[in-house]
């Protein structure tokens, strides 16, 4: 690591601060490291001081405030290439000599030098409108037809590509076609942020995803200052003499300019001046080439261009989530839970709801396929007819069939009136079949015909009666392993899996399991009538880090329980299930007998506590941070009342 604060802009623009191993000071004092020499900087505005994480920036009280990558802070941790502003002051801090960038191509951005003035550096502002007569006009009057033709494609071509990686390959054979240059690259920014993450290479000979080293302080400079940058014989430029990404280029030139998705001309003119969306740079090694200030406005006007393309992808990007967040908050379910894993399956859900399709739910037990089920009838065409569903491991064969067909009377010994089925008192609406692996082989067949004909027989019964409804099932089995087994009809798993939906496992979603706590804590508290608790940070991260092998039915389990044996308003880990601790325990403990040597041990630490207070249990749990009921429950769990005794 080599940190350093690179200065943009302000009056100390162009320097570049190392920042030592102690704390280093910064503000209008001459006893700061770096004095900036701004009447509305503070004396001692700030520190950058060595933190655990690395630099730590603090405000020390200054008047108005300092801001990292446009975000106010008092105090930050900073990471390499971030940004910040003090007054009129932008610096760059840079923790080390190089920065590789990969994407469709890879790039290192290596240098701590900036661009001097000397160069031609001009406000984007004032470039002419790439869009305008004169530009054309000015093309066609140097000879420039090449140049003019690739504008005018670009016009027209750019705006109708579908994807970031075709704009950036057109972008980029474009820019080449029209302007002599050996290699050029594209750097597109994080939205909202001064970093690039997304990298497009490409040579003039036409080899793409190319390894480029770029001038990072050029690039930055471009970003951050709305400039477009013109060098030629870059090793003489005033402020690049030194930098280390341009000696390779023997005397060459190169051209920076911002993506933007705002013509030129306009900004200034009342146009809100959004941060580009990146950097289109090129460069020439070649010996005695120069690029022109002609060539510097095609590129501006070629990324001009290219800018409001991409700027329509993305908006393309953010409708089409919005359109799939609304589709999620319109869909009528129960189903809690912000992951992607779990998003991925309310989003199918919602799609799957407004077909008249059989779906196959799958999941792990607990992970609310019933939930989805209803989520999908209630989002469908049949919400306003019955939701009916049969759990398929919990009758026997006779009874089941009974269950899901009905049966006439007289069909066996008991059936003394006719009995509608499931399937019957379900009609118009949806059939839920939880469970459907544990169907017995002749159920399957009978259901087979249900989804193939639409219709079945009561039990006893001679005519057939029409299904008419829509079938939803459910399973926790491998129903493939089952088919090779031959305990699952093969036809019968086709019918069912016309659109399969997984149920994420809870300890694939974990950062769902704060909602799910919260949830299930405000609606038990509800029924038990007392005020909704909080769960402590060790509590927090019991619950988080347990792999919760009966997912989100234990979960709810888990919360109930502590809310009915927990006295306070705070629940601790000897709240929850003994499982979970032990779990954790067993993360870092992995050896044989390991459950016998922490029994062991606790029933040791225990009993040598009650003895140390004399028998008296409320005592010796203050001694072990427990509260009494819990150590009341250790001693009862553990069998230590005659050893107490």
């Avoid at 090449?146 to 027209?156: D, E, F, I, N, Q």
């Avoid at 398929?392 to 007289?410: D, I, P, R, V, Y």
Wanted: hydrophobic residues 40%.
């Amino acid at each position: 690591m080599n940190p350093r604060l690179v200065v943009l802009t302000g009056p100390q623009e162009g320097l570049t601060v190392h920042l030592g191993k102690g704390s280093f000071g910064i503000g209008r004092h001459a006893s700061n490291d770096l004095v900036l020499r701004d009447a509305a900087v503070s004396r001692h505005h700030a520190t950058i001081e060595a933190g655990e994480a690395g630099p730590l920036l603090r405000d020390l009280g200054s008047r108005h405030g300092l801001s990292v990558n446009a975000r106010s802070v008092r105090e930050h941790d900073l990471v390499d290439g971030d940004l910040i502003t003090l007054c009129g002051s932008t610096l760059l801090l840079q923790l080390y000599d190089s920065e590789p960038l990969q994407g469709e191509g890879s790039v290192i951005l290596d240098d701590s030098t900036r661009v001097g003035n000397s160069l031609v550096a001009r406000p984007l502002s004032e470039v002419p409108n790439p869009h305008s007569e004169g530009v054309l006009e000015a093309l066609r009057e140097k000879g420039r037809e090449t140049a003019l033709k690739v504008l005018l494609r670009a016009g027209s071509e750019l705006g109708s590509l579908g994807s970031v990686r075709e704009l950036a390959e057109h972008l980029l054979s474009g820019t080449l076609e029209a302007v002599p240059a050996e290699r050029a690259a594209l750097l597109l920014a994080s939205p909202g942020e001064d970093r690039f993450d997304a990298v497009f290479t490409r040579l003039a000979s036409g080899e793409t995803d190319a390894e480029m080293s770029i001038s990072r302080t050029a690039t930055l400079r471009v970003m951050h200052q709305r400039l477009t940058l013109l060098s030629n014989d870059v090793r003489k430029a005033e402020g690049l003499e030194d930098a280390a990404s341009l000696e390779a280029l023997s005397g060459g030139s190169l051209l920076c300019v911002p993506l933007s998705a705002i013509a030129p001309a306009q900004i200034g003119r009342g146009e809100a001046a959004t941060r580009p969306l990146g950097v289109l740079f090129l460069d020439d090694r070649r010996e005695g080439h120069h690029f022109s200030e002609d060539d510097l406005g095609l590129v501006t006007a070629l990324a001009g261009l290219a800018g409001c393309a991409f700027t329509n992808l993305r908006h393309l990007a953010w409708v089409d989530g919005d359109r799939r967040r609304l589709l999620s908050e319109a869909l009528d379910h129960d189903l809690i839970g912000e992951s992607r894993a779990m998003a991925r399956a309310i989003h199918l859900i919602s799609r799957v709801a407004a077909t008249e399709s059989t779906v196959l739910i799958r999941g792990e037990s607990g992970t609310g396929k019933e939930l989805a089920a209803q989520a999908i009838h209630r989002g469908g065409p049949r919400r306003e007819k019955p939701f009916v569903a049969i759990n398929c491991a919990t009758l026997s064969g006779n009874l089941l069939e009974s269950e899901l067909f009905g049966h006439e009377k007289g069909a066996f010994t008991g059936a003394v009136a006719r009995k509608l089925g499931k399937l019957e008192i379900a009609a118009g609406g949806t059939l839920f079949l939880d469970e459907v692996g544990e169907l017995p082989p002749e159920l399957q067949a009978k259901l087979l015909r249900v989804l193939q004909e639409r219709e079945f027989e009561r039990v006893g019964g001679t005519r057939p009666v029409s299904a008419e409804v829509r079938v939803i099932a459910a399973t926790n089995r491998d129903l493939e392993a089952a088919m090779k087994e031959g305990s699952f009809r093969e036809d019968l798993f086709y019918r069912l899996n016309v659109i399969a939906i997984s149920m994420p496992p809870l300890r694939d979603r974990r950062s769902d399991i704060p909602l799910l706590v919260r949830h299930f804590a405000e609606v038990l508290s509800a029924r038990l009538t007392r005020g909704i608790p909080e769960f402590s940070p060790s509590a927090k991260d019991l619950l988080e880090r347990y792999d919760w092998p009966g997912n989100v039915r234990e979960l709810a389990n888990a919360v109930e329980r502590a809310l009915v044996l927990c006295p306070e308003e705070i629940i601790r880990p000897e709240d929850l299930p003994e499982e979970l601790s032990e779990a954790r325990s067993s993360e870092a403990l992995q050896t044989g007998g390991y459950h016998d040597v922490l029994r062991e041990t606790k029933r040791k630490v225990i009993l040598a506590a009650v003895e140390k207070t004399g028998g008296n249990i409320t005592e010796a749990a203050k001694a072990l941070d427990l509260h009494p009921n819990y150590l009341h429950r250790l001693i009862r769990n553990l069998k230590l009342r005659s050893e107490l005794s």
